[in-house]
């Protein structure tokens, strides 16, 4: 049996955020969902797609709440399409649950965007989902990414980052 195991093809570690450093939730913007039946699928069990949506619209609602449109960072000539992403699922939602979307901007190199994310029950009793979501500046028109953040959107994350940090 241990034989057999060996053989068998390994799966590479996530680099999704390991759960020990999600237990201090200090500066985290908080998003309430509920798994509604559109989430799940016939047993009831929410998709794994539908958690990808939810860290997006928690992202998108952590901007909002300081002021920050997402459609207006757009209308600057700035998309900021995902470029990389990282989940690592530790239980199932199911439907009618209710859970948290906790997300921060974690950190901003060059054109980059990094976001940390957990789910998890409204108690903190259960976790659900950790991720990682990495953001990248693509200049609209030109369709390439940019060499720099432009000062606008520079200063707006600025404004993210120090209301995370009060």
């Known amino acids: 049996m241990s034989e057999e195991k060996s053989n068998q093809p390994q799966l590479s570690p996530t680099s999704a955020i390991d759960t020990p450093t999600l237990r201090a ?71 009618g649950m209710t859970a948290v979307v906790r997300t921060r901007m974690s950190e901003v190199t060059g054109v980059r965007i990094n976001w940390d994310y957990a789910i998890e029950s409204p108690d903190r009793q259960e976790l659900y989902v950790t991720a990682k979501v990495t953001l990248v500046a693509v200049d609209k028109e030109r369709g390439k990414i940019m060499r720099q ?11 993210l980052s120090g209301s995370m940090n009060n």
């Open 25 to 95: 939730f200090e500066n985290w913007f908080e998003y309430l969902i509920r798994a509604q039946p559109h989430h799940t699928d016939y047993a009831g069990v929410v998709w794994h797609g539908s958690y990808i949506a939810w860290l997006e619209e928690a992202r998108i609602e952590c901007l909002r709440s300081i002021g920050i449109e997402f459609a207006d960072l757009v209308a600057l000539g700035c998309d900021l399409p995902v470029v990389d992403l990282s989940l690592r699922y530790h239980r199932a939602i199911r439907l």
């Open 149 to 159: 953040l432009p000062t606008t959107v520079q200063d707006a994350l600025a404004r």
